[in-house]
Nanobody, 125 residues
Framework: QVRLVESGGGLVQPGGSLTLSCAAS????????MGWYRQAPGKQREFVAR???????YYHDSVKGRVTISRDNDKNTVSLQMSSLKPEDTAVYYC???????????????????WGQGTQVTVSS
């Protein structure tokens, strides 16, 4: 069983900053990529940012330059620093982690996907 616990959401004014964190725990041999997605009311869940096991980062065009994703491999955590927030950034943000249960799955390159419960980010004056 793997558990993802997100924190850091809340209400922030336009132009403000917020940092989300996600901690993974449980039966994990090794973590692969880690990322963040978001879902606004009435919309589909969309990709926000991703960081691979070697530290390569990828961002959705709508957040480039305003968001930084980072990870701490010792603590199995991933963070999302957001600045210059806009009302359209309002959404529930979900942590996504790909991990390997054991060496066999790692050797096979078959990570398992896990999702957090989501944390609300509201950007409003």
């Amino acid at each position: 069983q793997v558990r993802l616990v997100e924190s850091g959401g809340g209400l922030v004014q336009p132009g403000g900053s917020l940092t989300l964190s996600c901690a993974a725990s449980g039966n994990i041999f090794r973590i692969n990529a880690m990322g963040w997605y978001r879902q606004a009311p009435g919309k589909q869940r969309e990709f926000v940012a991703r960081i691979t096991s070697d530290g390569s980062t990828y961002y959705h065009d709508s957040v480039k330059g305003r968001v930084t994703i980072s990870r701490d491999n010792d603590k199995n955590t991933v963070s999302l620093q957001m600045s210059s927030l806009k009302p359209e950034d309002t959404a529930v943000y979900y942590c996504n982690v790909g991990f390997f249960w054991d060496y066999s799955s790692f050797e096979a390159g078959s990570p398992t996907d896990s999702w957090g419960q989501g944390t609300q980010v509201t950007v409003s004056s």
